[in-house]
């Protein structure tokens, strides 16, 4: 494709395709070592997450970023009936979750750099493996990772996790492909933007997740100096205890004038209880129906465009 496109799991489409976009979604989480650890994390009814694919599309969203990445729960196959049962648009990730979502015997402590760049190479560009890379035999299906995502804690990098980065960064320089992080509580966030520009990423293809449960309005404009994009999810979050400070809010409030450009947001739903088609709140459409009315309450309504549209369509393309 000559002009700038994005992957899809059914294939891949010009950006101006990608519309109305949440950057940081949990679509389907697959029976798995993460979900038999947390059961709240179970989420691969095709019939009812489509069911809330259908409303968000019927509210004007357009494209979701699933975040789970290989054999944490993947399911590229039920991604691809969910996108086609709703219409909207689904980013599968490649790359690999924090520790805690594997065993202690798992192939990713023992494979080498090399190893894994290969597994997410051909995760982008053949197609994931229908078993999601959980076993000896690989079958791979015509849907293509199109992001790559790892995570760190809120403690200093491994030796372990610091050979992810690079074999992260590895893929993406070879493919193009766009990166997406897990920061736990935002602290590791701007030494992850540090360690992306140190190994060669560009940033701009690059989004840490979660930043905005960091509590700090000068370490955010700490990690948006560097660069980077950042994706803030928990405005709803700060919601469910009534009265306390709604530091998203805040972020955007404060920050939206500076970093215009840098400013992604997800929903971030990994738990089935935030889903309404699974009998719980908020659902999928929340920011849909809460972000306009507070952005036009500060004047900020022409910030609408840039997060929902501009930057997670500049992030998601892929780097020539
Ligand atoms: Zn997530």
Not at 2 to 12: A, C, E, H, Q
Not at 132 to 145: C, E, F, M, S, V
């Amino acid at each position: 494709m000559d002009k700038k496109f994005f992957r899809s799991v059914l294939g891949d489409k010009p950006v101006e395709e990608m519309g109305l976009t949440y950057a940081h979604e949990h679509i389907i989480i697959e029976d798995s070592y993460a979900s038999a650890k947390y059961p709240e994390f179970l989420l691969n009814d095709v019939a009812k997450v489509s069911q809330e694919l259908k409303a968000f599309y019927a509210a004007g969203g357009r494209t979701v970023v699933d975040t789970m990445p290989s054999n944490a729960g993947r399911n590229a196959l039920k991604l691809a009936e969910a996108s086609k049962a709703s219409g909207v648009n689904i980013i599968v990730p490649t790359g690999i979750h924090l520790e805690v979502y594997y065993p202690q015997s798992h192939w990713r402590y023992t494979y080498t750099e090399d190893q894994l760049t290969d597994l997410f190479i051909a995760d982008v560009e053949e197609g994931i493996d229908e078993f999601d890379y959980g076993a000896p035999i690989i079958k791979r299906t015509p849907h293509k990772a199109g992001m790559i995502k790892l995570a760190t804690g809120d403690d200093a990098f491994t030796k372990h996790q610091e050979m992810i980065f690079r074999a992260v960064v590895n893929t993406h320089k070879a493919t193009g492909v766009p990166i997406l992080t897990h920061t736990n509580f935002g602290r590791q966030a701007y030494e992850q933007a540090k360690l992306f520009k140190q190994l060669g990423a560009d940033l701009k293809h690059v989004v840490l997740s979660h930043v905005d449960r960091n509590q700090s309005l000068d370490y955010q404009k700490k990690v948006l100096d560097t660069g980077v994009k950042v994706e803030y999810d928990s405005t709803f979050r700060w919601m469910k205890n009534p009265g306390v400070f709604n530091w998203t809010l805040h972020f955007l409030e404060e920050l939206l004038p500076l970093y215009p450009n840098q400013i992604t947001m997800g929903m971030d739903m990994a738990k089935n209880a935030y889903w309404k088609s699974y009998g719980g709140k908020p659902g999928l459409n929340f920011l849909l129906e809460y972000i306009p009315n507070f952005l036009a309450e500060k004047g900020l309504s022409d910030y609408w465009q840039k997060i929902f549209f501009d930057n997670p369509h500049e992030l998601y393309a892929f780097k020539k």
